[in-house]
């Protein structure tokens, strides 16, 4: 599954010195959430996308930006999941509200995933400098969170019954790409259900959600499977195509999702 093409993830430039929402550090952040108002998941989530926004511009370090980051899950969690409440079963023509408040869950997902992304790139390129942790191990959970963003915005466009935006299918393969040309694929990390997964695990469950035909499957349909492919992602294998003997193809270096291996 190894690709030999250079790895293309992009990630914003760097161009603000401080955060304005609160300072650059964890405890700062985890007393910035406490205050947010939890009865109104609609401000606290416009609050986390604008704090993601800044926190992908923002100057610092990889161990900084990860305990940054993990500061705002909670809140970021339980404010997605409220709001989602109000859109998931609704005509596929959403009224105007609903419709914004999708958009919304979408772009923060996508902050999300750049965020990690921004991390794990940056924890390769400084590893003499992190201290705090193994630089490996942050890198591995740096990508392990942006694949499990990857899923969560995969699961909503296809509740919405929208296509997948441009190269989004490429930045899911090329965040797998990446943790596989590391070697860090395979290394069991802990799963937020408190079992254990992997790199690898996490990036089959977006790969066969896309085969399951999501196109005619309804929302709680497709939310369950969902949670049933992260159960079954560890008895699925990936492997070189030369063996012909694969359902499935996926091309790394393709913006494209899985494709049956007798049409390709």
């Known amino acids: ?121 940056e924890a390769l390129k400084q590893r003499d400098s992190i201290h705090g942790m193994n630089p490996a191990r942050l890198v591995c959970e740096a990508l392990l969170k942006a694949l499990e963003f990857c899923n969560r915005k995969f ?27 590391q070697e860090l694929a395979n290394i069991p990390l802990p799963a937020t259900d408190g079992g254990e997964t992997s790199i690898r695990a996490t990036y089959l469950v977006a790969l066969t959600l896309g085969c399951c035909k999501p196109n005619q499957l309804r929302q709680a349909d497709l939310a369950a499977v969902y949670r049933a492919l992260q159960l079954w992602s560890n008895f699925l294998t990936l492997g070189s195509c030369d063996n012909g003997e694969g359902l499935f193809l996926v091309d790394l270096d393709r913006d494209q999702p899985p494709l049956y291996s007798a049409l390709y």
Request: aromatic share 6%; proline share 6%; charged share 20%.
């Open 155 to 181: 699961l909503l466009c296809f509740q919405l019954h929208q296509s997948v935006e441009i190269n989004g299918w490429l930045t899911l393969h090329q965040l797998y790409a990446l943790g596989e040309r």
């Open 1 to 121: 599954m190894i690709t030999e093409s250079p790895i293309r993830l992009a990630v914003p430039e760097q161009d603000l010195e401080t955060l304005s929402l609160f300072p650059a550090r964890a405890d700062a952040a985890q007393d910035w959430t406490n205050r947010l108002p939890v009865a109104n998941p609609q401000v606290v989530a416009q609050q986390l996308e604008t704090a993601l926004g800044e926190i992908n511009r923002c100057r610092m370090g990889p161990e900084q930006r990860f305990e940054i980051l993990g500061a705002l899950q909670g809140n970021l969690h339980i404010a997605c999941s409220s709001l989602s409440r109000r859109f998931l079963n609704q005509p596929l023509i959403m009224p105007d509200e609903p419709r914004r408040l999708a958009e919304l869950i979408d772009s923060i997902y996508t902050h999300a995933i750049t965020a990690y992304t921004c991390t794990a790139i």
